[in-house]
């Protein structure tokens, strides 16, 4: 076999060097914004001026405005919840997991992906919030305060506690983690700037960094450090979130399978926002060299096996069901693909279980437009996956007098539409005020390659 057979693709294409890199990427921070960018932020704004208005009268009136009733007490705003965090999921396992198996196709890409679940955390964290009706009064009831205070301990044994230290522990490190990374490409663009006030700003944000041997030591140190601790946290968020239903006695969700089959579903789902992040800003930006096919590639691979673990997980929730010989368990399975909400179910198992078999073909894994509507496709299922698990479950439980039918009202719509708006304006903003690719790293590649060509 010749060498050049097995020599594989370049990760960055278009025979760029490291002063390339530089040029390309502090670009598009330095130059003023495009006509694409500023129609983009005003319709992210117009969402979250829409959006804000619901969460007005939500906090005005109260939670009455949501669509919540006596049997389904817990419905869009847990559904929304659960799957902005599984969003989220995606930039830490690009970071952390595949820095320390050290697979390099994720330097194109984990900076954005980074970014991507900072926000997202944020968006999930507004619904526990709104939840509480009037958060300036009850929020505090969140916190383990001690009884000087004038409240009670909050209760250690709920997983909804767990979920409060779990989430504000990765949204921590995981902020940690994404800034760190920024620094070096702070000081490059410190070092570019042109006018006083860029020079001081981004010269705050780079800590003083000097490019010397000694502080790359410390920070590849840093960078490890925290990849150790954020790996953990992947599987244990998710996994805690998924307890908050596990540790129920409701029919469809007393089950050990949540954990497992809940973080590949973050996985699977956050995978799948970064494509379509990525497919939009390495056309807006012109990152075509940099944000290549390959990269895509691998993360429709990665979509493959995810979404494959989440159909075997589908199959396993009703096999159990129906081997277990509970006759509220059988129902509750059977009324989601045959009652009043099967079309969701239907939705849920088409996007996520049919759908991602088409990456599958090279020729579909390869091709952007259908990786870019497969990724929205699959965002659109694990969210009727949320819907289905929740609500489904509580609508019909072991009372057939108590059975209820959810219909969520325009305030449920106009805080979901919130968080799209909140989403998409501070990814605007840190694509277009933060360099969107990690230079350092990209450098990284084009050096070592560099080396080996010679």
């Not at 300036?136 to 709920?158: E, K």
């Not at 239907?346 to 090279?362: D, E, I, R, Y």
């Amino acid at each position: 076999m010749s060498s050049e057979s097995v020599i594989r693709e370049p990760l960055i294409t278009g025979g760029k060097t490291v002063h390339d890199v530089t040029e390309d990427i502090s670009r598009r921070v330095e130059e003023k914004p495009t006509k694409l960018w500023m129609l983009a932020m005003t319709i992210s704004l117009g969402l979250l001026a829409i959006g804000a208005y619901t969460v007005f009268l939500l906090l005005w009136h109260g939670v009455g405005m949501w669509g919540l009733n006596k049997t389904v007490g817990w419905a869009w705003d847990i559904t929304n919840f659960v799957w902005w965090v599984g969003i989220g999921h995606a930039g830490t396992l690009i970071s952390a997991i595949l820095l320390l198996f050290r697979q390099r196709w994720r330097m194109s890409i984990n900076r954005a992906a980074e970014a991507m679940t900072i926000f997202a955390v944020i968006c999930a964290l507004q619904f526990p919030i709104l939840h509480t009706g009037r958060p300036w009064l009850a929020i505090y009831w969140m916190f383990p305060l001690p009884n000087t205070f004038g409240s009670l301990w909050v209760n250690f044994n709920s997983p909804l506690l767990w979920d409060v230290f779990a989430i504000s522990t990765y949204f921590l490190v995981s902020l940690i983690f994404w800034y760190i990374g920024l620094i070096p490409d702070f000081a490059t663009i410190r070092d570019r700037a042109r006018n006083k006030i860029s020079k001081s700003i981004y010269g705050a944000l780079s800590f003083g960094w000097d490019g010397a041997a000694k502080t790359w030591s410390r920070y590849e140190t840093v960078a490890l450090v925290l990849a150790g601790l954020a790996t953990p946290l992947v599987l244990s968020v998710h996994t805690i979130v998924s307890m908050d239903f596990a540790t129920s006695v409701i029919p469809g969700w007393h089950t050990t399978i949540f954990p497992p089959y809940f973080v590949a579903g973050a996985i699977f789902s956050g995978f799948a926002m970064v494509l379509t992040l990525m497919i939009v800003t390495r056309k807006v930006y012109k990152l075509e060299d940099y944000i290549t096919i390959q990269h895509l590639e691998m993360m429709n691979i990665v979509i493959i096996i995810t979404g494959s673990i989440v159909g075997v997980a589908y199959l396993t929730e009703l096999f159990i069901a129906w081997y277990s010989g509970v006759e509220a368990e059988q129902y509750a399975f059977l009324n989601r693909a045959t009652g009043p909400y099967w079309w969701a179910y239907a939705a849920m198992m088409t996007c996520n279980v049919v759908s991602p078999q088409l990456f599958w073909f090279k020729r579909i894994r390869t091709n952007i437009a259908a990786t870019f509507v497969l990724s929205i496709v699959v965002n659109i299922g694990m969210w009727f996956e949320r819907f289905v698990i929740i609500v489904t479950s509580l609508h019909r439980d072991f009372l057939p007098s108590s059975w209820a039918m959810f219909y969520p009202t325009f305030v449920d719509v106009g805080v979901y539409v919130f968080t799209f708006g909140l989403f998409f304006t501070c990814f605007f903003l840190f694509a277009k005020f933060f360099p969107v690719i990690n230079m350092a790293e990209v450098k990284s590649i084009i050096k070592t390659t560099g080396e080996k060509a010679k």
